[in-house]
């Protein structure tokens, strides 16, 4: 079980799902910014939950049920500031709400702060375990799996889910790799639906068999999915969908032959063994050979079993500690041979172009290396060393910004292309902010004179104009 990471990464329905198989007990703390919600878990189901958000409190939700006012609000919060008592207990006090009303208000606010984690698309999050709840911590009878439909519910529309669970004609599969996870659903809805799954029932007709509303049918599914429970295969009777699936998964095939292992599983080189497992748990689910049962995926099973196969390898490699970083020593090595290899413009196009989408994904370190090739194998093309000057303008995994080392980069692309006006704009930028606001203002100049509608640089010119 991992302790630490992000939400973007492992998305809070499979984190309660890991935590739930591990039976933890202790705090799962998130954080967005200055924004704190806590989630309190005993044997693995969360029990109660409190956050630093004045909406998330008792008395905010109070007035939003117009259950009390907010001269009976402000009144009871003076009480609580005298006595120390929680608000809940000073408005039964006050006669505003009864005990029962109290326990049903206690159990809706933990809801709404859990409920309100699955809307997150990024927090930060920490798991401690075996910590000592405070006796602020009340005890809940939660069920956990009502919580995660909710949850669902709020973070999909109807129609994502749809969309992710994929068309009423597929028939839905299981995921063979389940087994303790599984528990999560026991005695629910949820398990019904799992059981109803059997390799040839479309989720038209599960939908159908399960006997409820469509809308919850869909909610329910469409947990299992994102759970990695159930996978949509092809379309009943579809021979299109199978001859379309056999070309994608060749042409993956194809490209696997090019790729590090690193891209097999879809990740940048600085992937956490979190996203290593996750990554490798989903694309082995799709590729799965069991997946690919009958007749009908005879020619379509092998190239999975292919595809599963160097996925697996990819997998055994990175996510132990010594084998990865045996492997990126290696991947390092062959980066420095090809700097050495004689110039050669095709070899260098296409690894600008690569750098040039891994910039687009965010992925710096590994744009850094192909900008650095595409220059060792041409080192005569202006934008090269533009896209290397930008990225020596940032700060990335463990490359530090390095001013005189951009500002040299940029100075060779004026060199090689003297009328691209971005280069001397960035020069210009380079010298503002070592505050040579004389030199800045020339760059900008420039960059105007070889396109007046340059509108960064005039914007510049204006904000030294003030200076």
Same mark, same amino acid.
């Not at 408005?91 to 809706?108: A, C, G, S, Y």
């Not at 602020?136 to 009878?141: H, Q």
């Not at 939908?207 to 469509?214: D, F, L, P, Q, S």
């Not at 530090?400 to 940029?410: D, L, Q, R, S």
């Given at each position: 079980?991992?302790?630490?990471?992000?939400l973007?990464d492992?998305?809070f329905?499979k984190?309660l799902?890991?935590l739930?198989?591990?039976k933890?007990?202790?705090?799962?703390?998130l954080t967005?910014?200055?924004?704190?919600?806590?989630?309190?878990l005993?044997?693995?189901k969360p029990?109660?939950?409190?956050?630093?958000l004045?909406?998330?409190?008792?008395?905010?939700?109070?007035l939003?049920l117009?259950?009390?006012?907010?001269e009976q609000?402000d009144?009871a919060?003076?009480?609580v500031m005298k006595t120390g008592?929680r608000?809940?207990?000073?408005?039964?006090?006050m006669n505003?709400i009864?005990p029962?009303?109290?326990f049903d208000l206690?159990?809706?606010q933990?809801s709404?702060?859990?409920y309100s984690?699955f809307?997150?698309?990024?927090?930060?999050y920490?798991f401690?375990?075996?910590?000592h709840?405070?006796n602020?911590?009340?005890t809940?009878d939660?069920?956990?799996?009502?919580?995660?439909?909710?949850?669902?519910k709020?973070?999909f529309?109807p129609?994502?889910?749809?969309e992710?669970?994929g068309h009423?004609?597929?028939?839905?599969?299981? %995921?063979p790799d389940?087994?303790?996870e599984?528990?999560?659903i @026991?005695?629910?809805?949820? !398990? =019904?639906?799992y059981n109803? /799954?059997d390799g040839?029932?479309?989720?038209?007709d599960i939908i159908t068999?399960?006997g409820?509303?469509?809308?919850?049918?869909?909610?329910?599914?469409?947990i299992?999915?994102?759970l990695?429970?159930i996978y949509?295969g092809?379309e009943?009777?579809n021979t299109?969908?199978?001859?379309?699936l056999q070309?994608?998964?060749?042409?993956?095939?194809?490209k696997?032959?090019t790729?590090n292992l690193?891209?097999?599983l879809?990740?940048d080189m600085?992937?956490t063994?979190?996203q290593?497992?996750?990554?490798?748990?989903l694309?082995?689910k799709?590729y799965h050979?069991?997946?690919f049962?009958?007749?009908?995926?005879?020619?379509?099973?092998?190239?999975?079993?292919?595809?599963? %196969?160097q996925?697996?390898?990819?997998?055994?490699i990175?996510? @132990?500690?010594s084998t990865r !970083? =045996?492997y990126l020593?290696e /991947?390092?090595e062959?980066d420095?041979s090809?700097?050495?290899?004689e110039?050669?413009?095709?070899?260098?196009?296409?690894s600008f172009?690569?750098?040039r989408v891994?910039?687009?994904e965010?992925k710096?370190?590994?744009?850094?290396?192909?900008f650095n090739?595409?220059?060792s194998?041409d080192?005569n093309?202006?934008?090269?060393?533009t896209g290397l000057?930008i990225?020596?303008?940032?700060?990335?995994?463990?490359?530090?910004?390095?001013?005189e080392a951009?500002?040299?980069?940029?100075s060779?692309a004026?060199?090689l292309?003297p009328?691209e006006?971005?280069?001397y704009?960035?020069?210009?930028?380079?010298?503002?902010?070592?505050q040579d606001?004389?030199?800045a203002?020339?760059?900008f100049?420039?960059a105007?004179?070889?396109?007046q509608?340059?509108?960064?640089?005039?914007?510049?010119l204006?904000?030294?104009?003030?200076?």
């Amino acid at each position: 079980m991992v302790n630490k990471g992000r939400l973007k990464d492992t998305p809070f329905l499979k984190l309660l799902m890991g935590l739930h198989t591990a039976k933890a007990k202790g705090i799962l703390r998130l954080t967005n910014g200055p924004e704190v919600k806590i989630v309190y878990l005993s044997n693995g189901k969360p029990i109660f939950a409190a956050s630093n958000l004045p909406s998330d409190r008792m008395g905010a939700m109070v007035l939003r049920l117009n259950i009390a006012t907010e001269e009976q609000i402000d009144t009871a919060l003076k009480d609580v500031m005298k006595t120390g008592n929680r608000l809940g207990t000073v408005l039964v006090n006050m006669n505003i709400i009864t005990p029962e009303q109290l326990f049903d208000l206690v159990i809706k606010q933990v809801s709404e702060i859990i409920y309100s984690i699955f809307e997150l698309d990024d927090a930060e999050y920490n798991f401690i375990e075996d910590v000592h709840f405070s006796n602020e911590v009340i005890t809940l009878d939660l069920s956990l799996w009502d919580l995660m439909i909710e949850g669902v519910k709020r973070k999909f529309s109807p129609d994502k889910l749809k969309e992710i669970i994929g068309h009423s004609n597929v028939i839905m599969q299981k %995921n063979p790799d389940i087994s303790e996870e599984l528990a999560i659903i @026991k005695n629910t809805d949820g !398990e =019904k639906f799992y059981n109803l /799954i059997d390799g040839t029932k479309t989720l038209n007709d599960i939908i159908t068999n399960a006997g409820m509303g469509e809308l919850r049918a869909i909610q329910i599914i469409g947990i299992l999915n994102l759970l990695g429970f159930i996978y949509p295969g092809s379309e009943k009777g579809n021979t299109t969908t199978n001859a379309s699936l056999q070309s994608k998964i060749e042409d993956k095939l194809e490209k696997f032959q090019t790729m590090n292992l690193f891209e097999k599983l879809e990740l940048d080189m600085n992937a956490t063994k979190e996203q290593i497992l996750s990554s490798f748990t989903l694309l082995s689910k799709n590729y799965h050979p069991d997946r690919f049962a009958g007749p009908d995926y005879k020619d379509i099973k092998p190239l999975a079993l292919q595809m599963y %196969n160097q996925i697996l390898e990819a997998f055994t490699i990175l996510y @132990k500690d010594s084998t990865r !970083e =045996k492997y990126l020593k290696e /991947i390092s090595e062959q980066d420095k041979s090809i700097l050495f290899t004689e110039t050669d413009p095709v070899l260098a196009r296409q690894s600008f172009e690569k750098g040039r989408v891994y910039v687009n994904e965010k992925k710096y370190a590994e744009a850094y290396k192909m900008f650095n090739i595409a220059i060792s194998n041409d080192p005569n093309i202006s934008e090269y060393h533009t896209g290397l000057a930008i990225l020596e303008t940032m700060s990335f995994n463990n490359h530090p910004i390095n001013v005189e080392a951009a500002e040299k980069a940029f100075s060779k692309a004026v060199e090689l292309n003297p009328s691209e006006a971005r280069n001397y704009y960035y020069l210009g930028i380079i010298y503002k902010n070592k505050q040579d606001y004389k030199t800045a203002r020339g760059y900008f100049l420039k960059a105007l004179v070889h396109n007046q509608n340059h509108r960064e640089s005039k914007k510049q010119l204006e904000l030294l104009d003030k200076v």
